[in-house]
């Protein structure tokens, strides 16, 4: 089971390749001359950002102080693109984070999505199953100041924004040769962005 463990990397961040409606997403990190890639899907980057933000605030809520920063420290912002070669080690399944009140870090965790199936393959008992799923899980494991938290989330939730404008009629995204309106009864929609 490799795990890729990472404590307080060089770059953390949250970016994509391709064209929007096409582009592939990956976490990287980077630390000592290492680089980890991991490919994951939009919704994950998008959720992990709002999650963070979320954990971020109420660890600022509950303790205060200068622990964690409300807004992205300017110096932390990363608007840099993926480092190259992006080959990604493994694709993301379940993606978990947590706060550790000791350190004072967040830890994020990735666990690849074969983990995942092999665990559902494993159907005996749950032990069977929790079994497999920690023997073949490729993991990332970060932990970053709440600062970088804060950086990663800002800059993963512009990534996200940052694909096909919304239909103003459905929500659904739009081509740049419009789509197939469910508002519409099923007719292409000339609106674009």
């Known amino acids: 089971m490799p795990v890729y463990s990472y404590d307080q990397p060089e770059r953390f961040v949250a970016g994509a390749v391709g064209q929007p409606g096409e582009r592939a997403f990956y976490l990287q990190a980077r630390a000592a001359g290492r680089l980890t890639s991991v490919a994951c899907e939009k919704v994950q980057v998008a959720a992990l950002a709002e999650r963070l933000d979320e954990l971020l605030d109420e660890v600022l809520r509950q ?97 996200v924004a940052a694909g096909r404008p919304p239909c103003p009629l459905c929500g659904l995204p739009l081509d740049s040769d419009g789509h197939v309106c469910p508002r519409q009864n099923g007719y292409r929609s000339g609106i674009t962005g």
């Open 63 to 159: 303790q205060g102080g200068n622990a964690v920063p409300a807004v992205t420290p300017t110096d932390l912002r990363d608007d840099d693109p993926l480092e190259q070669p992006i080959m990604a080690d493994f694709r993301a399944g379940t993606i978990a984070l947590g706060w550790d009140a000791e350190g004072e870090v967040v830890v994020i965790e990735c666990e690849s999505a074969e983990a995942e199936a092999d665990a559902e393959l494993a159907e005996d008992t749950e032990e069977d199953r929790l079994l497999a799923e920690s023997a073949d899980a490729d993991v990332l494991r970060v932990r970053i100041t709440p600062a970088a938290a804060r950086a990663f989330a800002e800059r993963a939730l512009k990534l």
